[in-house]
């Protein structure tokens, strides 16, 4: 296996795209990746498109976008893993490029969940999970699913709706620095209380949006990266696990069993601690879909104990300063979620913020060199840990 | 059909007299849209030819699981082999007794498909026999507690009329 980094990316301005198609969308966040990144578009041996779909017009995604990008004839693929398709994406480029089979592959997220109405796609996804047992008779939505471990955790460990409510309120601060971010609005725990229930006991504000968006990320080999010069994050770790189809299946309604596998896995691949993460990581993104999938992230990773995720929130722990600073593009919740592009987006600003390029308010100190992206598909259903480094260490 | 779609189908049909083409104006981004003129019904057909018995049993009331000859393994939902041991030799049981609720939810904003009925509460209940089954909770929601004892109905789901099983507070 050789080693494996990151050498450009890019995601889109998320929100309502109305203003583009999806190989407009898609050249948006390829153009910006290839021209950081300094090569020319030949240069990039296989393509790896992830996309879950249903929702947009176009069946063979990877098919449109690399004809778009002026990529063919080189090979393509479209990848799914739910919510952590761009996670799943990322892992097949690096394992390609690691193998020896290409120097550089191009994994691109991407979704166009606007181009269906809202009815439709909150069906699309609640069908995201067992559609026979789970959603043809009970009509489970996406929220619906987390809100069931939202009422466990809060009933095992007294927890208030106001307490997740600060996760949003976090999460939108950091999102109004984020030009590229579907919601720029600051929000209060009042507003955030104010907000209809979606799912009891979730509201609007404990949800991320639908989303349309894009993100690319190019991965290199060493030789290609020495060659060329490039500036790097390599690929230190990644972890993988799936969960159940049927929630109904599992024991525990407090946290994600395959979230916890796979960090398990990334950190004994990229030889971190797994007793303190936290304190390894310069920052981490998590997959807060919703406001409860937040705080079970920071104790399936290990930052926080059993029950006391929810206190990181309200010492603002996760805030730049804090234990460690999470979510600093605003999360799912306000940069938003076009859910194939969500893990090249996590990990495309890892990138940046490992490398000092996003500035302003949202760029944390590095220190450590070490930062990590939480992708979780579904309702536990994929799950992906990804560690990046600036250094280059051993082979993943 | 939604709300939503109906509109921009009203749209969709003046654009069609004035400029001859099914183009509608997103009202907040202002942009051009085509509204697609070819529209796609699906309904899916789903083999349940190994798992029959279950649809016999409901019924007569009854909501089974299978269980492996073999090792023992309990299935819900059924499954007519043993992903565990290999076995294809299950035996059917039934989930009966009191259980306990795990979690609840109430569904509020509604899939497409689901949207003729008012907000439903959904569980899951841990059964005696040792399998999760989550359903809708019949009852007075209010009242409902995670931890609290519940058990299995078979009823009938209206206004589609077919049998169907709920959690029920005891």
Redesign the interface.
């Given at each position: 296996m050789r080693r494996v980094g990151i050498i450009g990316a890019s995601y889109t301005k998320f929100g309502e795209r109305f203003d583009v198609n999806m190989q407009e969308l898609a050249w948006e966040a390829f153009s910006d990746a290839i021209k950081e990144a300094n090569i020319e578009k030949d240069t990039i041996d296989y393509f790896v498109l992830s996309n879950m779909g249903g929702w947009s017009s176009e069946s063979l995604p990877a098919v449109i976008v690399s004809e778009g990008l002026g990529i063919n004839p080189k090979g393509s693929v479209r990848v799914e893993a739910a919510c952590a398709s761009g996670s799943s994406a990322v892992k097949l480029a690096h394992d390609i490029v690691a193998s020896g089979q290409a120097n550089v592959v191009l994994a691109l997220g991407i979704e166009k969940m606007r181009e269906s109405p809202t009815k439709t796609v909150v069906e699309y996804i609640g069908r995201a999970g067992n559609f026979m047992w789970e959603f043809e008779n009970f009509g489970l939505t996406f929220p619906g699913y987390y809100a069931l471990y939202a009422t466990a955790y809060m009933s095992k460990y007294s927890v208030k709706e106001e307490d997740l409510c600060e996760v949003a309120v976090k999460n939108h601060y950091y999102g109004s620095f984020n030009e590229k971010a579907q919601f720029r609005n600051k929000i209060t725990v009042e507003k955030c209380m104010s907000s209809p229930y979606v799912a009891w006991p979730l509201k609007l504000y404990d949800c991320s949006p639908i989303t349309d968006g894009a993100a690319a990320v190019l991965i290199a080999s060493e030789d290609f990266i020495k060659e060329h010069k490039s500036e790097t994050a390599w690929i230190s770790g990644i972890g993988y696990a799936t969960g159940t189809a049927n929630l109904s299946k599992r024991d525990d309604f407090t946290g994600l069993e395959a979230a916890k596998r796979a960090a398990l896995q990334a950190y004994a691949r990229a030889g971190l601690d797994p007793e303190k993460p936290a304190s390894q990581l310069d920052l981490a993104e998590v997959h807060d879909c919703f406001t409860i999938a937040e705080v079970m992230a920071y104790e399936d990773l290990g930052f926080a104990k059993k029950g006391e995720g929810i206190k990181l929130v309200k010492e603002k722990q996760t805030y730049k300063g804090g234990l460690i600073p999470v979510n600093l593009d605003g999360g799912l919740k306000a940069k938003g979620h076009p859910i194939g592009a969500t893990g090249e987006s996590m990990i495309a600003e890892l990138y940046h913020q490992l490398l000092g390029k996003v500035k302003g308010e949202r760029q944390t100190d590095i220190k450590k060199g070490r930062a990590l992206a939480h992708n979780v598909g579904g309702t536990g259903h994929y799950a992906y840990v990804t560690v990046l480094s600036l250094e280059k260490g051993e082979v993943a | 059909m939604?709300d939503?779609?109906e509109k921009l189908e009203e749209a969709a049909e003046e654009s069609k007299k004035k400029l001859g083409s099914p183009i509608v104006t997103?009202q907040?981004?202002l942009?051009s849209?085509w509204f697609?003129q070819r529209e796609l019904n699906v309904r899916y057909l789903?083999s349940v030819e190994k798992i029959k018995k279950f649809y016999e049993e409901i019924s007569a009331g009854k909501v089974m699981a299978t269980k492996c000859a073999k090792c023992g393994e309990i299935y819900?939902?059924p499954q007519s082999y043993c992903s565990k041991c290999g076995s294809d030799s299950m035996d059917w049981i039934e989930l009966s007794g009191t259980g306990e609720l795990?979690?609840?939810?109430?569904?509020?904003?509604?899939?497409?498909?689901?949207?003729h009925?008012p907000d439903?509460v959904?569980?899951?209940a841990r059964m005696p026999q040792g399998?999760?089954?989550?359903?809708?909770i019949d009852g007075d929601t209010g009242k409902l507690?995670?931890?609290m004892k519940v058990r299995l109905e078979v009823k009938k789901?209206d206004p589609e009329g077919y049998l169907?099983y709920w959690i029920k507070p005891e």
């Open positions: - | 939604s939503e779609t997103d907040k981004t942009s849209l697609d789903v819900f939902p795990l979690t609840y939810t109430v569904i509020n904003v509604k899939p497409q498909s689901f949207s009925y439903y959904v569980g899951i399998v999760n089954v989550l359903a809708w507690k995670v931890g789901r169907t």
